[in-house]
């Protein structure tokens, strides 16, 4: 830290994303929850036919990729927002809906993410700790002040909720917005997108980093009542205008023309995952039941952090976290059908020399 | 404004980018500084054969990118942090170094982003006029407390400030950061990036949005010491870690590979810059000295407002700012030599008019 750093983040902690080895193409990498699937041609080809002149700055209101996204969901295009990923889109709703005043509510495992952006925007915070078996109560968030955050499914442990539970915290206090991050909704979970239709205090978060092959282009958004995305668009007008870039955008607009690629590759990741499951049960693995691209597992027969470095050494990347609650777990991404049956071997062999 | 929205931002006014009128093919566009010309191909191809794949994520250490633009200033690095554009880098330094204890000094006349990012980071700020012909007074800045930000050149007027000058107020208090603006160096003004390697509280901004014809990709960054970047990264790493897709970088490296196009570029935008001030001048205008591929006009004859608005109406977009200060001023964009010449006609005819 420089001798100028400002006070206010003297005990700021960053996020600390998944490790990206220079040697990458050495390892399966099992560990960011990325796609197998490269974008379809179909959604290239756009790209390249559809993309702005480059010299010329993007749309600050990426109209088209937005009217696109609207579509999709059949929305008016003012109840969506487009940002750089969707960590722009869960900071924006965290800059807007909490303060000091005004708690972030949200579970003690869930995306690492939010307390950072907790802590960075100086708002209070109230960790509501999940059940012993990681599901989330519904109950623990009525009758509390806040903004709540809940993702869905949930990460690291790969759990959903339905919507209809979702639904009772969005009734339960009109004065309160839920803030819903459907990452990894795609993969088996219900969308609550049709909630923003009937509340205006809802934000539903998704991304094309996962189910649509595009983590690298970086393309998320926010959908919620006009007001919302209003209050959302002076942020980004007064942070940083023309978040999105004209090739990310006409991606977007050409993955968008190809959704049955997204769904075909969402049933493959959703046979592979079924895959990895019966295969690690039966080697007497815990995991825990996954709705998302990932599945969150953990052995007796030997720790978290030796499982990730087992597997390390066999050129395989998982995730581990080292928090105290989930430090004997670590969350698989399910990747290509060699890949997950790579990732068995592998498990079975460190089993065997355990 | 909705009702969930934080206390923090009741008197938040956004910045108001250049308008991008959706019939933009209209019209010949000197409105928001870009360049005339695209990309070279052999930048394209260089991205088109280099982007990691794209359902990966993006580096979040953007180390490709980031050693090229070292390599080109000769820096390690470490004082490199390449950034979603330069308004995310300026940011990044408002955050950062600015607060309610620290003001931000900048002029009265400049990126009108500046009050923005005080505004929305809840810092102080205090406004240093500029002389009435619009010059800088170094010998204002010596002395105060603060983080001071100097677009250099100046925009919207385009004037310079020579290097040796801003080293004195860089030099006046090493306790004090100084965040030198260079979005238009290119175009003839002197850069301060060689004071990075002799102090450390001097932070350096550029774009590739400019010069280097990519405005749609959103390419900007920062050089400073290495602490600076430390402390910069610590935000990043706060706010979206993925803040530079894999697209942006390959076409970045690719850019920097072909450096002699945008040399030639620059050339040809000062030639017509040349061209289109003697021009004016011979029409009766005031244009300030630029250093930048913008001018700053000014007509007994016309109002700015008027100038403005006539010109649209000949399918030529320029730039009028309603401040008070500045009100009777135009800034225009240098184009291609045919553009110039099509602005020097419609201009010659609203006189005419007149």
Known sequence: ???????????????????????????????????????????????????????????????????????????????????????????????????????????????????????????????????????????????????????????????????SEIERIVKADPDRIVVVDEAYVDFGAESCIDLVRRYDNILVCQTFSKSRSFAGGRLGYGIGSKSIIADLNTIKYSTNPYNVNSMTSAMGIGILSDEEYTRANCRTIMENRSFTVDGLRRLGFKVLDSSANFIFVSSDRISGADYYSRMKDKGILIRHFTKKRIENWCRVSIGSRENMEAFLKATAEILSEA
Do not use: H, W
Request: glycine share 4%; aromatic share 12%.
């Open 1 to 163: 830290m420089s001798r100028f750093f400002s006070y206010k983040y003297a005990d700021l902690e960053p996020y600390v994303p998944g490790e990206q080895p220079s040697d990458m193409a050495r390892y399966i990498k099992l560990n960011t929850n990325e796609s197998p699937f490269p974008p379809s041609e179909k959604a290239l080809s756009y790209a390249r036919a559809n993309t702005r002149s480059l010299q010329l700055y993007s749309d600050p209101n990426s109209a088209q990729v937005t009217k696109a996204i609207a579509g999709c969901y059949n929305v008016d295009p003012d109840m969506v927002l487009v940002t750089n990923g969707s960590d722009e889109i869960l900071n924006f709703a965290f800059m807007a809906y909490t303060d000091d005043r005004n708690p972030a509510l949200f579970a003690d495992i869930t995306y690492g993410f939010y307390p950072v952006f907790a802590q960075i925007n100086a708002s209070a915070s109230k960790i509501i700790p999940l059940r012993d078996d990681f599901s989330l109560c519904v109950d623990d968030y009525i009758g509390l002040k806040g903004t709540v955050f809940i993702a869905n499914p949930n990460a690291p442990t790969g759990i959903a909720l339905p919507a």
